[in-house]
């Protein structure tokens, strides 16, 4: 499964990465990194078929990750990408506006990976 990262913090890659270790090295998983909404969807113009998955944060400068949800949904609908969000704030404008724009799941930091990696084994 390729999952798309989508986080202005660059350090979210390096912790990915130690998080999902045993997963990348099995080949269960492969990550991809934006840092970014731009970035994201320049990645997903490149490659509309290869991210299954993509976790995005909601908060970055310049295309939010509402933005990017919204883009995503209107523009890779066959098949469409799981779209999990991303967030600090755990409030519920955030949380409605995620829903309505067709976020299938939503996350606050710091992230529980042993939750998350349910979540994305259950997604395989």
Same mark, same amino acid.
């Given at each position: 499964m390729k999952i #798309?990262?989508?986080d202005d913090e660059r350090d979210v890659q390096v912790l990915f990465q130690?998080?999902?270790r045993k997963e990348i090295r099995k !080949?269960?998983?492969e990550f991809v990194f934006a840092f970014? !909404? +731009?970035?994201a969807v320049e990645y997903l113009n490149k490659n509309?078929? +290869?991210a299954v998955l993509i976790l995005s944060d909601i908060n970055m400068p !310049?295309?939010?990750g509402l933005e990017l #949800? +919204?883009?995503i949904k209107q523009n890779y609908q066959k098949p469409p990408p799981v779209v999990m969000m991303i967030t600090a704030y755990g409030d519920?404008?955030?949380?409605?506006r995620a829903k309505s724009l067709g976020a299938d799941d939503f996350l606050t930091k710091p992230v529980d990976f042993k939750m998350l990696k349910e979540k994305l084994t259950s997604e395989i």
């Open positions: #798309l990262v989508v130690q998080r999902f !080949g269960a998983m970014s !909404g +731009e970035e509309p078929h +290869e !310049g295309m939010s #949800l +919204e883009h519920a404008d955030n949380f409605n």
